[in-house]
């Protein structure tokens, strides 16, 4: 990457004008650079410049630094190299967030980033605290205990439209009825416990989570859209191959799920997601009938696994991004993942529905307080924000 930035020069004072928010993550950041290193060669040689012009040092005031894109001083503030660790922390100082007080906010690499725009995921190791991850375990296994029937109940819904007005009484009576009449159980899921449970509400607007968020999406403000608890129990089927953008109301590309085992995860013998690496470029996917088209096996993906994951490590993948997960063994201890969803404030509502359809179903119970006709509900079309999805302002 260093040696690219000459390449970018002459296109400083078109970025400048256009602003850098339209332009692609990677070429920005490269712009960037080579704006940031001809500030440098200025202040340096100023000086030598001066002396061959004839003028005096100092007999002039100091020239003024001309003021910066709002943009670019984000990026530079932001952005990844030492020094600018200390200005993203500085703004958190003082947070009594516990997961903002563990750590400063991790600053990307450049390969990272570039992983995650070519690939559309990658893994930050150890991004949390093991010590805490193991405290949200308990809280989510609480919450998730009181929870049971709802999720099933839910899932007949998602996956057995027809029978979704069968009452509930038991788990083993609903997983009979789901086995029975669908081949696709998958997971339990266990909608937003960040209204509920403050711990996981801390670590979804902490800016150790949102800010890797927003570097990855090259935003400066994020929104929360949910965070779901994802529960395999052994003998679970696989989840199928879908992306999480179908299924969400939002009209965006700028969008990522931060995904965290609540527990560490073996490479083989324990369900991690494993991902059809640069599938969220790849737009002919959603003219497929189902617009997530399972079968993958002609496009010519590259199918990686996340392998085995720590406590506090997290994977990042990309809302268009099509991701699977095998069943969780038999002989495995049930498989918890926390998958918390941000998208760049300023998306709109998409203003119809996905053609897919019932792929709309799975989130509903999600954005069904905040989108819809009722008085404090977001319409179609208008930009999402509201109080059920808390913005980071990671500057
Ligand atoms: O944990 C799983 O099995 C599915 C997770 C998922 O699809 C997601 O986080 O987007």
New binding site residues.
Partial sequence: MSTKFHDCKPDIVLFKRRGAHKLPLVLRKCVCRAFKQESAFHDQNRNRIDQILGKRRGSKPPRQKAPRDLDVQLLLSDHVEAGSATAVASTVSGNQNPFDAAASPRVLSDSQLLNFERLGHICTRSLLDGAQVTALHGAVQREADNRQLVALSHRIRVLLPADKHVPVHSKEQALRHLKRHSQEL??MQHFNLHREVQLIRSLVTSRRLASVAAQLLGERRVRVYQD?V?V?EPGFTP?NW?S?LPISPLDTNSFV?A?IPLRPLKKEGD?G?EFAEGSHRDIAVHAQKDGSSRDLSDRGYKIRSVGRMELGDVSW?HGWLL?Y?PPQPLNSPP?M?L?V?YFGDGARIRRAEWSGGDCMLEDKESYADWVGPRPGQLQRGAVARHVLLPVIDVR
């Fill in positions: 998958g997971f779901c994802f395999k989840t879908h999480d799920t995904w369900s997601l993948h991701h997960a498989r993942a998958a969803s």
